[in-house]
């Protein structure tokens, strides 16, 4: 992309309609405009055959369209695929799609990297490189062959969601909104560690569903895990929650990887009822992925079925998450684009 010409992909449609104001034009240019960024393949001005050629020659002298395709794609043997996009100079990031019968997901990233720092995650390890625009979030979406088949997406990727929160809400309006991408809130989630304040404004402010990494139910054995939870206890985070009526049209779900010897008792279970009992909510369990450079390993299957089995006793709604992917690093807790950063510096 150009780096004088301001993309207008990623832009919400009072943002193209104040842009066709401030060039003389009809307000209803910034319908058409919409229309043929998210509704279309158009990648020039010049396939926008019912904008007038004076328009199209006045929007190409200071914008672009904004959208590029990826620059690797890795497929898994599971039918899973891996695309890499660049992220600005020598940065990228990843996005997986997961088909799966008639549901097509795709887990977008946020962030480039991520600065949270969580002991069991590939992108946290990558550290921190640099926030996503709404552009670059939805570019994973409308750049991929299987655009046109997706029918869920998830915020699960690479970064933390609410530490970009602006862009984020930003690209989930055009990603929902009928002008833009139309695809169901009911059918959208976004996953968080638990940041606070930027969680009660998503609450607030989208309807989409809400997946909170949750993975031990201790304060002492979350601190270790994650260190959000010095900032933003697991208290806070179901208090807020608990402040919103989430109805029946949406759906709050609590990660957990699964460690052996770590967060897999039946201690854990107990107070897992115990501090989710006045939130309705499901857990999806997830199994661990090793990566290098942590101590944790993942739990046995049969601890995983014990540990589903009595959750649901309990009265949990509790599913156990099916890998996909990993042959490609592209399940939970892998992407990473570090190596690749690392051989691009090597090469040039």
Not at 64 to 87: C, H, M, W
Request: glycine residues 8%.
């Amino acid at each position: 992309m150009s780096d004088n010409k301001e993309p207008l992909f990623g832009k919400t449609l009072s943002e193209l309609t104040e842009i066709a104001g401030l060039l003389g034009l009809p307000k209803y240019t910034g319908g058409q405009l919409a229309y043929w960024l998210y509704k279309t393949d158009v990648d020039s001005f010049e396939g926008m055959t019912n904008v007038s050629k004076k328009t199209r020659a006045q929007l190409a002298e200071k914008y672009e369209i904004g959208v590029q395709p990826p620059v690797n794609v890795s497929a898994s043997a599971d039918g899973t695929k891996k695309y890499l996009f660049r992220a600005g100079s020598g940065k990228f990031i990843e996005a997986a799609y997961i088909p799966d019968g008639k549901r097509h997901t795709l887990c977008v990233s946020s962030q480039v990297g991520c600065k949270m720092g969580c002991l069991f995650c590939m992108t946290g390890k990558q550290g921190f490189q640099g926030h996503l625009s709404a552009g670059e979030i939805l570019n994973q979406l409308r750049s991929i062959p299987e655009r046109k088949e997706m029918t869920n997406v998830v915020y699960m990727g690479m970064g933390e969601p609410f530490d970009n929160l602006d862009a984020v809400m930003k690209s989930l309006e055009i990603l929902t909104a009928e002008y833009g991408f139309a695809i169901s809130v009911r059918k959208t989630t976004v996953s968080t560690i638990g940041i606070v304040p930027a969680m009660r404004v998503f609450l607030e402010k989208s309807k989409c569903n809400l997946a909170v990494s949750l993975h031990t139910p201790f304060d002492e054995e979350r601190r270790r895990l994650m260190p959000i939870q010095n900032v933003y206890p697991l208290k806070d985070v179901i208090d807020t929650i608990c402040e919103f009526d989430i109805g029946k049209y949406r759906r709050v779900s609590f990660e957990y990887i699964m460690f052996k010897g770590v967060n897999d008792s039946r201690r854990h279970v107990n107070e897992l009822a115990r501090v989710l009992n006045k939130v309705k909510s499901r857990i999806n369990l997830i199994r661990f992925h090793p990566i290098p450079g942590t101590p944790l390993l993942g739990s046995d299957e049969a601890a995983i079925a014990d540990f589903q089995q009595a959750l649901n006793d309990k009265g949990i709604v509790t599913t156990l998450r099916a890998s996909r992917g990993q042959d490609i690093d592209a399940a939970c807790g892998l992407l990473s684009t570090k190596e690749l950063v690392k051989a691009q510096s090597v090469n040039e």
